[in-house]
């Protein structure tokens, strides 16, 4: 499976975006979903995941309250909705699929917050 994000851009201190990440494949449904990020000089953090049909889901606590993540199983999609947009929230983002077995990464999207 493949997986493709979008959305990213450069938006001001306390606006919003909506990533995207389309799988390749329609076994996309039964596995869980997550968004990471990367900032200069960082490590890749966790930000979000949800689980196969949605129902559950959990955040970094940095994001919790801003950030919502969804996904649409006939699209083969997981959004991430950013509100409320910081300069620390800048960074690459990676959706990633998670297998049993391994993480499957998406190519990242960059999140640029202006203050």
């Known amino acids: 499976v493949q997986l493709q994000a979008s959305g990213g851009g450069l938006v001001q201190d306390g606006g919003s975006l909506r990533l995207s990440c389309a799988a390749s494949?329609?076994?996309?449904?039964?596995?869980?979903m997550g968004w990471f990020r990367q900032a200069p000089g960082k490590e890749r953090e966790f930000v979000a995941h949800?689980?196969?049909?949605?129902?559950?889901?959990y955040y970094a606590d940095s994001v919790k309250g801003r950030f919502t993540i969804s996904r649409d199983n006939a699209k083969n999609t997981v959004y991430l909705q950013m509100n409320t947009l910081k300069p620390e929230d800048a960074a690459v983002y990676y959706c990633?699929?998670?297998?049993?077995?391994?993480?499957?990464w998406g190519q990242g999207t960059q999140v640029t917050v202006s203050s």
């Open positions: 990633a699929l998670h297998t049993t077995t391994t993480i499957v």
């Open positions: 494949e329609r076994t996309f449904s039964i596995y869980c």
């Open positions: 949800i689980n196969w049909g949605g129902g559950n889901t």
